[in-house]
């Protein structure tokens, strides 16, 4: 059966190895800010094998013997009945056993059949309540789940994706291509412009916008490889609060001209409840 050849691909992985720098950062950070809460967080966060993630099914190309597998082995529909917006076109499967499946390889002129992510990022895309035809803007869209996530709820009449960082550009670019078919390529804007200079730099109309701003990222963070880049990251985080306020100050700004009813949806995630309690203006 397909679920139990790509659980085996996925046990030959080599573990994951935790980045003592990041580590001591987080117990003097989080210890202060978090109290004894800390513990439960800390042991979560250093054990990859209790992580959760889900299973989005590409509609593009319906992976009709993997849904089926998946449902013998006990996962179930997320989100379906529960909440006010949840579109037929979307399916999401959850193990309800911490499991990770493996990630597809980008192979050109092929789609995925599924894209792996943390269930709690669909909140954002399914509060957006995405209708055909309309245009939609992601604003910080790297490295491409919640657009990816968003064509799986409707065909909008145009997606702007838009990605700052090159490394998560790249990124952007190649899910795009592994889930999007050609004809609703030609729907799709990719740019690598500044999110605090938008409106300036590409003056445009939207019906929806996400702004899944920049974040401390600290799970995908513990597990890096370079300590030298991690380092550099800690000293950059404290910036990261301003960062946000400025791309949402700017969306607002921006779009309150422009319409009168565009629907805004700003997004941020971390362990800090510091990086968290952002004061827009």
């Given amino acids: 059966m397909m679920l139990t050849r790509l659980k085996a691909k996925s046990e030959r992985k080599v573990a994951k190895q935790i980045c003592k720098v990041v580590l001591d950062h987080f117990e003097k950070e989080y210890s202060r800010e978090l109290g004894d809460a800390w ?9 990859p094998s209790c992580w959760q993630y889900a299973v989005l099914l590409n509609r593009f190309n319906y992976p009709f013997e993997l849904e089926k597998d998946l449902h013998l082995k006990g996962y179930h529909s997320l989100f379906q009945g529960s909440l006010p917006y949840y ?27 599924y894209y792996l992510l943390n269930a709690a990022s669909l909140l954002p895309v399914l509060a957006l309540e995405l209708r055909d035809g309309e245009k939609v803007l992601d604003l910080c869209a790297g490295p491409g789940g919640k657009s ?22 790249r990124w952007l670019r190649e899910t795009l291509e592994s889930f999007i078919p050609q004809p609703l390529v030609n729907v799709i804007k990719v740019s690598e412009l500044d999110g605090r200079e938008m409106g300036d730099a590409q003056p445009e109309t939207f019906d929806k916008v996400l702004v899944d701003a920049p974040c401390s990222n600290d799970r995908s963070w513990l597990f890096s490889s370079d300590s030298q880049n991690a380092a550099c990251r800690i000293s950059q985080r404290r910036n990261l609060p301003l960062l946000q306020i400025e791309l949402l100050s700017k969306a607002k ?6 319409s009168d009813h565009v629907v805004l949806l700003f997004e941020a995630c971390s362990g800090s409840p510091l990086l968290l309690r952002l004061q827009i203006p």
């Fill in 39 to 47: 513990h439960t967080v800390r042991d979560i966060l250093t054990s």
């Fill in 148 to 169: 990816i996530a968003l064509l799986q709820c409707a065909y909008p009449g145009y997606l702007h994706c838009n990605e700052h960082d090159g490394l998560r550009l």
């Fill in 253 to 258: 700004s921006d779009l309150k001209c422009k």
């Fill in 87 to 113: 579109p037929k076109s979307m399916k999401c499967y959850l193990s309800r056993t911490p499991h990770r499946m493996p990630s597809e390889r980008h192979r050109i002129g092929n789609l995925k059949k």
